[in-house]
């Protein structure tokens, strides 16, 4: 190879192991970026779960007591999750929320009540 | 790969109070069914659990009329099927896993909750100041909805755990010497 020419010896098995050592890195952090933005979807949804189910958990009593107020406290927990943009909960078989969580004002408008069969 | 997730809605399939849609449920229908939930979220001692049944006592002017027994027709309490048992004499509560102290007995309540002290009684009221008074659960009205109180420090005298779940709800919790 003509870039190695009229190197020392020395300096050649440096840059042998300085480029070997590179191309391991640079393949390795690929296949690692694949690997996240691959599974980035399924993590997200894995962990939005985890949390629905933790602030269904802490919602069961606000709505067996009829406490709005408490079940809105619940959701604004919701604050922690940036990917989350507007929460609610609603009573089966009503279309207004019982409690509502909107990041901001505009998010909480697109809220409708889940079906029936969800 | 954006970090915009859609929305958690939670359903969760809750009976209404009571009755149907068209109606609000009154102020005893809510109460009635509060204590059914108080149940659902209150341990008792093994030993204070050891009947068939699972007993409310209604001690005192029952306010309440058929709803309490529209709320607990049908249901268990801790596997237990559930009895109202009205009473003006105290000592007949006695056995009982709840008792709910009429507003007729106001002037001698004292007397009713130290007649069930050292049993394991859920004791709850809705007159004026009923927790201050040494009950348990004393309902109360905030913006024409029922909320309650809780006295920890009885509840704990009679050794009967409350689900922190519940504590969390009350509008105000008395504990020692408060």
Do not use: C
């Not at chain 2, 915009?4 to 809750?14: E, H, K, N, P, S």
């Not at chain 2, 109360?140 to 519940?166: G, P, W, Y």
């Amino acid at each position: 190879m003509r870039v190695f020419e009229g190197l020392t010896v020395r300096r050649k098995l440096t840059s042998i192991s300085v480029i070997s050592s590179m191309t391991a890195l640079v393949s390795a952090s690929l296949v690692f970026l694949v690997y996240d933005a691959t599974t980035f979807r399924e993590r997200l949804q894995s962990r939005l779960g985890t949390e629905a189910q933790i602030l269904s958990f802490n919602a069961v009593t606000p709505l067996l007591f009829n406490d709005s107020e408490a079940a809105t406290a619940t959701l604004a927990g919701l604050q922690a999750e940036k990917a989350v943009t507007a929460g609610a909960i609603f009573r089966a078989g009503e279309s207004r929320p019982f409690a509502a969580y909107p990041r901001d004002a505009s998010s909480g408008a697109a809220l409708s009540p889940p079906s029936a069969d969800s | 790969m954006t970090a915009t997730a859609g929305f958690v809605l939670l359903a969760l399939a809750m009976p209404r109070p009571a009755g149907p849609a068209a109606a609000l449920p009154t102020d005893y229908e809510v109460k009635a069914a509060f204590l059914y939930n108080f149940a659902k979220f209150v341990r008792w001692p093994d030993d204070a659990m050891g009947g068939p049944r699972f007993v409310v006592a209604i001690v005192g002017d029952d306010p309440f009329g058929a709803v309490i027994d529209r709320v607990f027709v049908g249901k268990t309490v801790l596997g237990r099927p559930v009895e109202i048992r009205r009473t003006r004499v105290v000592r007949e509560a006695a056995g009982a896993q709840m008792a709910f102290i009429g507003s007729s007995e106001h002037a001698r309540l004292a007397e009713v909750l130290a007649a069930l002290r050292g049993e394991s009684i859920l004791t709850v009221g809705d007159m004026d100041r009923f927790a201050d008074g040494g009950g348990m659960v004393g309902f109360r009205l905030k913006d024409s909805t029922v909320r309650f109180e809780v006295n920890l420090r009885e509840l704990r005298q009679a050794r009967l755990q409350m689900s922190s779940q519940i504590i969390r709800l009350a509008q105000r919790v008395i504990e020692d010497g408060g």
